[in-house]
């Protein structure tokens, strides 16, 4: 719960050490207390610990002594694309499978079917499902997938595969 809402910031000393207490870094610090991490860090780097001489910023800065590996806007342990493709990983996620598949152009941005690709004007992107042909969501093999427009989904899966699961999400 933050400790503080909605007024003007005026952080003490005991604030931030109450924060620093409740929290393993500087970052989750400002969070706890319900701050921006900018204005969090001009307040604690204001007062001084009179034991060691640090700013209070200082202090909580790394208290564990090992750093934070960045991500750097990729996956750690992002699989290639066509060892998923081959079927080595039956528990990847559908969803993000299937906006891979778009994403890294490994099949065409259109129904398989009846060719349909129109791009919303919202968006920009394809209404479309991916479908596993054989109906076992783990084969995520190339052969057994494919991307379909809802009208063709509905004529020819619909009651094929109305047990199973289909991936309808955001975008495509």
């Given at each position: 719960?933050?400790?503080i809402?909605n007024?003007?910031l005026n952080?003490?000393?005991?604030e931030?050490?109450?924060?620093m207490a409740?929290?393993r ?5 400002s ?7 900018d ?6 780097k ?10 209070l910023?200082?202090l ?7 750093g ?6 990729t996956?750690f ?12 990983h039956p528990k ?8 891979r598949?778009?994403?890294?152009c490994?099949?065409?941005?259109e129904c398989?079917?009846c ?7 919202t968006d ?7 479908i596993w042909k ?7 093999k ?5 991307f ?8 020819t899966?619909?009651?094929v595969?109305?047990k199973?699961e289909?991936?309808n999400?955001?975008?495509?």
């Open positions: 719960m933050p400790l809402k007024k003007a952080l003490t000393e005991r931030i050490r109450y924060a409740n929290s870094s500087n970052k989750e610090a969070r706890f207390i319900g701050c921006h991490f204005t969090y860090r001009i307040y604690a204001r007062y001084i610990d009179e034991e060691t001489g640090k700013t910023w200082d909580h800065k790394n208290p564990s002594g090992k934070v590996p960045k991500n750097n806007g996956l342990f992002k699989k290639d694309i066509f060892e998923i493709l081959d079927g080595k990847y996620n559908r969803g993000i499978l299937a906006r598949i778009i994403d890294e490994v099949f065409p941005e398989a079917v060719g349909f690709n129109e791009k919303r004007i920009y992107k394809v209404p479309l499902i991916l054989d109906g076992d969501l783990t084969n995520h190339r052969e057994n997938l494919e379909i427009c809802y009208n063709c989904y509905f004529l899966y619909d009651d595969f109305h199973t289909r991936v999400f955001k975008g495509y």
